[in-house]
């Protein structure tokens, strides 16, 4: 299935609530399989970010990226705005994801109620 990083980001936050939640085995089993095919990807996706700060930040006399707090600190905010397109064009492209599918009726007839987020968020793994 394609899907961008950016709406991984998304699923797999929803994805780890309800991993938390006494689901059917079957439900359960393809959400954790899910989890972990999504964190493979965000994982190069942030290992690609952490390069993009190290590129354009600040950096102290040891080499480290510069911070004033929790914010990263850039030489200019023509610097810092170039790094947030990088980003977000990281955040666009596409990849190939080995999605593991659920019939609907197994989450309907669970014991879990869910909201529309959630269903929205688990609908790229949902067969009807």
């Known amino acids: 299935m394609k899907i961008t990083n950016r709406e991984l980001q998304s699923k797999v936050q929803v994805l780890s609530m309800l991993s938390n939640k006494q689901l059917p085995v079957k439900v359960s089993y393809a959400i954790a399989k ?6 493979k990807e965000l994982k190069i996706v942030d290992s690609e970010k952490q390069k ?4 354009y930040a600040l950096k102290n006399e040891h080499g ?13 905010d023509e610097k810092e705005n170039e790094c947030n397109e990088k980003y977000n064009e990281l955040l666009d492209i ?8 659920i019939n609907i009726n197994e989450l309907l007839n669970s014991n879990v109620d869910f ?9 790229f793994m949902i067969l009807e």
């Open 34 to 39: 899910n989890i972990n095919s999504i964190n």
């Open 52 to 55: 993009l700060i190290k590129d």
């Open 64 to 76: 480290e990226v510069k911070t004033e707090g929790n914010k990263i600190l850039f030489p200019s």
């Open 94 to 101: 596409e990849v190939d994801l080995d999605v593991r599918e």
């Open 115 to 123: 909201t529309p987020g959630e269903l929205m968020e688990l609908d």
